[in-house]
């Protein structure tokens, strides 16, 4: 019988989606009568070792990816369950997307410690977010707020809204539903108040590109839909070279016109004080050119100019 080793990160969030994705596998296993089972290997990697660090500078996104692909090249594990906005736009030679499992609430949210909404929020009150994405939108809505870093896993970050005198915290919906503590959150923000970050809400399940097995089961779960929506936006962010920690945001979704998927996406590029602010929409039926297209748009209002300023 043939053993898939599965690598997860060991936060409460990595712990407990890791562990989903696997009932589910165990569960489609049974019902395909594919004979299989399943092991997991906690892997630590370098984002959870320096999780006191702004993210940005010491090189931001693919730090909580990197060892763990690597596990996956060595053979160590066999599959790996990641957050899709976690993901660098490039994968290492030799691994795939072999899942993009149905998406979760792709929203931000805000969880405060009195304020009913955002609009509630007093002049000039403090909220706790180190995503410049949020920190943009959130800026160019409110620019009263007071917004400073806060980082951590989910767990530390929502006991620093008490202890560290935050007003409100911004976070990802998915994350809070996922463990089970929506009841936490205040606020959900609509996708045009805070346009959610690249994948957010999705899962993306990693595998060897050669390891037939797991990617003829991992068939059976992906979720065309969300593969198709996540794809444009990962376009979308790769045109604009959005590999490290950046002011971009992007939501696709599917609509059904006479018989034919059309995508829908919008995309931002917004100056980390949010006094610049460049959205925009497009529509288009192959998910690798809207994307393009989209970013393309963008840049010839100047998003290339904004990205440049932050990347410094
Ligand atoms: N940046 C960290 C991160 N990566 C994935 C999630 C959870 C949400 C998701 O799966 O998209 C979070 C937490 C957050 O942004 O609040």
């Known amino acids: 019988m043939r053993k898939i080793v599965v690598g997860t990160r060991q936060s409460a969030l990595a712990l407990t989606q890791t562990g989903q994705v696997v009932d589910q596998l165990r569960e489609l296993c049974r019902r395909l009568e594919i004979e299989c089972e399943f092991e997991l290997r906690k892997i630590v990697t370098k ?29 160590e594990i066999d599959m790996a369950v990641h957050s899709m906005k976690d993901m660098p736009w490039e994968l290492p030679e030799g691994l795939v997307i072999g899942a993009v499992p149905f998406r979760e609430d792709p929203r931000d949210c805000l969880i405060t410690r009195e ?38 896993n ?12 935050f007003d409100a915290i911004l976070l990802a919906a998915a994350g809070l539903h996922r463990i089970g503590w929506q009841d936490r959150i ?11 970050a ?79 602010m460049l959205k925009e929409t497009m529509t288009g039926t192959d998910p690798e050119l809207l994307g393009k297209e989209l970013a393309e748009a963008l840049i010839a209002r100047g998003a290339a100019d904004i990205l440049a300023v932050v990347r410094g």
């Open 154 to 165: 989910i767990d530390s970050r929502l006991k620093k809204l008490d202890t560290e005198g």
């Open 198 to 276: 690249v994948g957010q809400g999705a899962l993306c399940i990693q595998c060897r590109g050669n390891d037939e097995f797991t990617l003829d089961l991992l068939k059976h779960y992906n979720d065309e839909k969300t593969a198709i929506a996540v794809a444009a936006e990962r376009s979308f962010l790769g045109k604009l070279n959005g590999g490290c920690q950046v002011p971009i945001g992007a939501y696709a979704t599917l609509q059904e016109e006479d018989g034919n998927s059309v995508i829908a996406m919008t995309g931002m590029v917004g100056s980390p004080d949010g006094k610049q």
């Open 115 to 152: 304020a009913k909404s955002l609009e509630d929020l007093p002049h000039g009150a403090k909220v706790g977010t180190s995503s410049l994405r949020r920190s943009s939108q959130l800026q160019h809505l409110r620019p009263d707020l007071h917004i400073e870093s806060i980082r951590g």
């Open 47 to 75: 984002g959870d070792r320096i999780l006191d660090v702004t993210l940005s500078k010491v090189g931001g996104k693919g730090l909580f990816v990197k060892e763990i692909e690597q596990a996956l090249m060595d053979g």
């Open 186 to 196: 205040s606020a959900y923000l609509s996708p045009e108040q805070s346009l959610p």
